[in-house]
């Protein structure tokens, strides 16, 4: 007898026996369990995509032993991932969280495709949406810049280049050296105002087209132009945009769908959000508690 308590006394006895009684548990739980979770079938369309991934990788066909290979990997990951869950490791891990949350979001995305929208659907969308799908204003024009460093006299300088011009003279001859260009054709205003400037770009779309304007200022200095051509601002008939009216459409559906099914399932539970314990209410029992404390010494 005192060398039976003698053996139960060595830590290595304690966790063999610890040790015995975990596995006990997870062998009576496994049982009890379905069978059906605890069987693994890899179907021959699972197998073909196998061997079709392992073709894509090496480009070339697997060898039996490799795709036995292949599908003892498939068999393995799944193993992990059941017992995995089966132990509730998915559980509070914001990364796993997130990533069944996109899975499920990119389900319900394929599940909610539906049939291609007609024209009158679309026509309707577009007439809706009008601002999504307007055609900015395009303006071609010439244009003499100058530096305003490179000038005592700035006006008289743009006043003598402005005679030049309507005397015939081309307008890259005058003016200071860029690397602008000195002509646009069918610049959208997005276009202009990436070189000049928003105001600048506002400015040259509303001119008329004719002859040499007042001189127009921008972020780089000052500028004579000329239009030659305006096309203002238009929606497009959707003939030209289909394919894009399309594409916005159901982008739309899809993401109205999403909002639909989710309120569908949020409908199924039962929220509850416990009021967080205001600082005040902590930091006033705290300084009770410590009163209490005092008192009793």
Known sequence: MKHIKTIFREPLVHFLLIGAGLFLIFGLTQESGDDASKRITVSLSQVEQLAAQFKRTWLRQPTEEELAGVIEGYVRDEVYYREAMAMGLDRNDPQVRMRMRLKLEFLLED?????????????????????????????????????????????ADVQRAMARL????????LGDS???????????????????????ARQVVALAPGEWGDPLISHLGVHLVKVSERVPGRIPDLAEIRAQVEREYLAQRRKEMKKITYRKLREGYQVVVEPPVAAENKSGEAMAATRSKEAGQ
């Open 111 to 155: 599940l909610t495709t539906e049939v291609p929208p007609d024209d009158e659907t679309l026509q309707s969308y577009l007439q809706q949406h009008a601002d999504k799908f307007l055609m900015e204003p395009q303006v071609s024009f010439q244009q003499v810049y100058f530096n305003p460093d490179k000038h005592q006299d700035l006006d």
């Open 166 to 173: 309507k005397a015939g003279a081309p307008a890259e001859s």
């Open 178 to 200: 860029t690397l602008l260009h000195y002509q646009y054709t069918e610049a959208t205003r997005t276009d202009v105002a990436g070189s000049y400037g928003e105001d600048f």
